[in-house]
């Protein structure tokens, strides 16, 4: 079923699966080919995004919520689907994520649960990430954070079904070096969008998933739903990127869609970063003794 397009029997697919997949939607470059009317471009994204979400809202679900293009769009078209579902927010006290995630849920008419977290949570959540995963990678670490912290919030209330916006990033040109990437044409966009979708399964998923399966979550990731995918890399990199934006195309349709241009064109805020995460280990690192972050985490025995 489309819905387990990451899953097989029930278990994780194999990086050297997940590379074939993509690869297999792996055309060439051909301008020609590509999407540039705006109007087609939503329309592809509507009609598999709308059935992404679809499939896999069942049963009792949640979203991990941020208040950012990403969570808000899933949540706006769960909710145009007559979905009933909770918003689950993490942050430190005054993070724009907690902000963004009362404004948007006040908005949208939400079910919002926020958690507050504190700097000695952080420090217990950090240990708790080192040992599940076995990295001390400072990066890797800030976002596990996040994650562990959000599902285990949505797991105490029960809820073990939970969406993520995980993927929008490399399908529609999100991250700045897209914008880099766009002095050199189209065609680079284009590529590294792929490249993106390739490494993103040892980046990202595989640290997702493990955190997951602790709590005995279902992670939802409807951006990474094969024709979900396949549709947008129908689109045109210069509907995604230009000198100064990035995901235009999706934020124009989330606009289209009804999603407040507050939200919709809210800037990308890393996650370790619009949750604080990132603030609380460094002031974690400095109360320790230590200049850097890393120097700090490699200090940490387990």
Same mark, same amino acid.
């Given at each position: 079923?489309?819905?387990? /397009? %990451?899953?097989?029997?029930?278990?994780?697919?194999?990086?050297?699966?997940?590379?074939?997949? $993509?690869?297999?939607?792996?055309? *060439?470059? =051909?301008?020609?080919?590509?999407? !540039?009317?705006?109007?087609?471009?939503?329309?592809?994204?509507?009609?598999?995004?709308?059935?992404?979400?679809?499939?896999?809202?069942?049963?009792?679900?949640?979203?991990?919520?941020?208040?950012?293009?990403?969570?808000?769009? $899933?949540?706006?078209?769960? @909710?145009?689907?007559?979905?009933?579902?909770?918003?689950?927010?993490?942050?430190?006290?005054?993070?724009?994520?907690?902000?963004?995630?009362? @404004? +948007?849920?006040?908005?949208?008419?939400?079910?919002?649960? $926020?958690?507050?977290?504190? %700097?000695?949570?952080?420090?217990?959540?950090?240990?708790?990430?080192?040992?599940?995963?076995? /990295?001390?990678?400072?990066? !890797?670490?800030?976002?596990?954070?996040?994650?562990?912290?959000?599902?285990?919030? +949505?797991?105490?209330?029960?809820?073990?079904? %939970?969406?993520?916006?995980?993927?929008?990033?490399?399908?529609? +040109?999100?991250?700045?070096?897209?914008?880099?990437?766009? =002095?050199?044409? *189209?065609?680079?966009?284009?590529?590294?969008?792929?490249?993106?979708?390739?490494?993103?399964?040892?980046?990202?998923?595989?640290?997702?998933?493990?955190?997951?399966?602790?709590?005995?979550?279902?992670?939802?990731? *409807?951006?990474?739903?094969?024709?979900?995918?396949?549709?947008?890399? =129908?689109?045109?990199?210069?509907?995604?990127?230009?000198?100064?934006? @990035?995901?235009? $195309?999706?934020?124009?349709?989330?606009?289209?869609?009804?999603?407040? @241009?507050?939200?919709?064109?809210?800037?990308? /805020?890393?996650?370790?970063? &619009?949750? =604080?995460?990132?603030?609380?280990?460094?002031?974690?690192? !400095?109360? !320790? &003794?230590?200049?850097?972050?890393?120097?700090? %985490?490699?200090?940490?025995?387990?």
């Amino acid at each position: 079923m489309a819905n387990f /397009t %990451i899953l097989k029997n029930n278990k994780l697919i194999t990086a050297h699966e997940w590379n074939n997949k $993509i690869c297999s939607f792996h055309s *060439p470059f =051909k301008e020609n080919l590509l999407v !540039k009317d705006k109007r087609q471009a939503k329309r592809l994204i509507d009609t598999s995004l709308k059935n992404a979400i679809d499939l896999r809202a069942k049963d009792n679900f949640g979203i991990l919520f941020s208040g950012g293009l990403d969570s808000s769009l $899933i949540a706006l078209i769960c @909710k145009k689907l007559n979905k009933k579902f909770v918003c689950y927010s993490i942050g430190l006290e005054n993070s724009s994520d907690l902000d963004y995630a009362k @404004k +948007a849920a006040l908005m949208l008419d939400l079910e919002l649960k $926020i958690k507050e977290l504190s %700097i000695e949570e952080v420090e217990k959540y950090l240990v708790e990430c080192i040992k599940l995963l076995n /990295t001390k990678d400072v990066v !890797k670490l800030e976002i596990a954070i996040v994650v562990y912290a959000g599902l285990e919030f +949505a797991a105490k209330d029960k809820c073990f079904n %939970i969406f993520a916006g995980n993927g929008s990033e490399e399908i529609f +040109a999100g991250y700045e070096r897209h914008i880099n990437f766009n =002095k050199e044409g *189209p065609k680079k966009v284009y590529e590294e969008c792929w490249n993106g979708l390739k490494s993103c399964y040892n980046r990202d998923i595989v640290r997702d998933y493990a955190i997951a399966k602790k709590f005995s979550c279902n992670l939802l990731l *409807p951006f990474f739903d094969f024709d979900l995918i396949r549709n947008a890399m =129908k689109i045109h990199p210069s509907l995604k990127v230009n000198e100064n934006e @990035k995901k235009i $195309i999706l934020r124009e349709y989330a606009d289209d869609l009804g999603l407040p @241009k507050e939200i919709a064109y809210r800037k990308r /805020t890393a996650a370790q970063y &619009g949750s =604080k995460i990132s603030y609380a280990i460094q002031k974690l690192a !400095k109360k !320790k &003794g230590f200049k850097y972050k890393q120097e700090y %985490i490699n200090s940490i025995n387990i």
